[in-house]
């Protein structure tokens, strides 16, 4: 069973910046993932990213249009821990983000089907 506690939500204005954590509760091959869901949408896809080693993935690391070249996904193994760095905030980021731990053989890294572990969510709130 894997856990994963996320933190680093906040309030911050359009054009600010938010880093998010999430500690996984055990070392961890899996991908992971951010994902995130505003009021009365659908739970999307923000960014994801495989294990570092060869047979895992490399690394490798998918994100949304949306946030492509604001948001960088990284990963520590050392400590278990999920990292989210957003810049360039717009009013459109704001939702609950959920950390998630996928089967390290998935692929579509972006769809939350793929994901069997979840945290509790972190809410990110960002006004005009």
């Known amino acids: 069973q894997v856990q994963l506690v996320e933190s680093g939500g906040g309030s911050v204005q359009a054009g600010g910046s938010l880093r998010l954590s999430c500690v996984v509760s055990?070392?961890?091959?899996?991908?992971l993932g951010w994902f995130r869901q505003a009021p009365g949408k659908e739970r999307e896809g923000v960014a994801a990213i495989r294990s570092s080693g060869i047979r895992n993935g490399g690394g490798s690391t998918y994100y949304a249009d949306s946030v492509q070249g604001r948001f960088t996904i990284s990963r520590d193994d050392a400590e278990n821990t999920l990292y989210l760095q957003m810049n360039s905030l717009k009013p459109e980021d704001t939702g609950m983000y959920y950390c998630?731990?996928?089967?390290?053989?998935?692929?579509?890294?972006?769809?939350?089907?793929?994901?069997?572990?979840w945290g509790q969510g972190t809410q990110v709130t960002v006004s005009s």
């Open positions: 998630a731990a996928a089967s390290v053989l998935v692929t579509a890294l972006l769809d939350p089907s793929k994901y069997d572990y």
């Open positions: 055990q070392f961890t091959y899996r991908p």
